[in-house]
């Protein structure tokens, strides 16, 4: 729980939840963390934190799954205990894409990382410690999602991980079934189980950043693009199009029956609210390990008013520039 500061129970329906202060990261770094990250820099910071927390708890392998994806069957153990490896990863993608949707897909991966962590599973082993204290070492500083940066959340940064340490990749087309893959992996139901390529069951889709419009019953323009310029089957698009449509109205229904909120108490502040300006500051005091900030930052941090959200929303805007000039390119490339 990445908003909240107590916990009243710490399970609800059977799922065992925790505070961002009760998986071993000091509370320096946390502190550090809360001041200069948005809500998706800091939740994804978090991911090798948690894992690190299951291992010590004496699992023998611990999976992240994102939130907003849904289990269809069952996941056997992902690690390759052949090769040695103790993380399991999924590409984005398993085979190449064609040439005309190059750079719609895979221009994409180069930029946001080659492998999608909304999936990740590791080993209890001293080689995955490594990795985690690795992970974690980078993500205290560097989980930004800037639109001109060298790095995306958590996720760029595992690209470098086939060059540091033993893992594998997960070649089962029914893990991370997603919009970005769905012309290699053709949908389609097999004596009532839905499989794909008529080879193997989905293991799990992900229905990456609109499980919030989903919830609200709409889908988003961006992912209605998506599916519109895939070259998927379609039978692949009406299976898809029903799977979202149930998922949509699951999500509702958990939402009005969700006991969870009562649960914990909010914090004032999970979460910086900053402008990119104002975390910069707060980053390069960090760098040089003074954690404290100044007292017109710590204001800023804390007191809220229109003028602060237009400045955080330059952020926003920013990205949206840069994202219609590659829009812009693409069309003066087609067209040229």
Not at 9 to 23: A, R
Request: glycine share 4%; aromatic share 12%.
């Amino acid at each position: 729980m990445i908003d909240a500061f107590e916990v009243v129970e710490s399970s609800t329906d059977g799922v065992k939840y925790w505070v961002s202060e009760q998986i071993g990261i000091p509370n320096e770094y946390l502190l550090r963390m809360r001041k200069s990250y948005d809500v998706v820099e800091f939740a994804t910071s978090l991911k090798p934190f948690l894992l690190s927390h299951l291992l010590n708890m004496g699992l023998s392998e611990a999976t992240y799954l994102d939130p907003d994806i849904k289990i269809y069957s069952h996941i056997d153990s992902s690690i390759n205990e052949q090769t040695e490896s103790v993380i399991a990863l999924t590409p984005h993608r398993l085979t190449a894409s064609k040439v005309e949707t190059v750079s719609e897909f895979e221009k994409v991966f180069l930029k946001y990382g080659a492998f999608n962590l909304g999936f990740i599973s590791v080993k209890n082993d001293v080689g995955s410690v490594e990795f985690l204290i690795w992970w974690q070492e980078h993500l205290v500083r560097d989980s930004t999602r800037r639109p001109i940066s060298e790095v995306f959340t958590d996720q760029k940064w595992i690209d470098l991980v086939p060059s540091f340490f033993k893992y594998n990749i997960v070649r089962d087309f029914g893990f991370n079934v997603a919009p970005w893959n769905l012309d290699e992996r053709k949908l389609s139901y097999e004596s009532g189980e839905l499989t794909v390529n008529s080879t193997s069951k989905v293991k799990f889709v992900h229905f990456s950043q609109i499980s919030g419009m989903l919830a609200a019953g709409d889908l988003s323009s961006e992912w209605q693009l998506k599916m519109n310029n895939s070259s998927m089957t379609q039978e692949t698009k009406e299976v898809f199009l029903q799977l979202i449509k149930d998922y949509s109205t699951e999500l509702k229904s958990v939402a009005r029956n969700s006991k969870l909120l009562i649960d914990y108490r909010l914090l004032e502040a999970p979460f910086s609210q900053l402008n990119y300006f104002w975390r910069d500051r707060i980053n390069q005091k960090n760098s040089k390990n003074l954690y404290g900030v100044s007292k017109i930052e710590n204001f800023l941090f804390t007191f809220s008013n229109p003028l602060l959200k237009a400045f955080t929303r330059l952020d926003t805007v920013n990205g949206l520039i840069w994202g219609i000039k590659s829009d812009l390119q693409r069309i003066k490339k087609r067209y040229k």
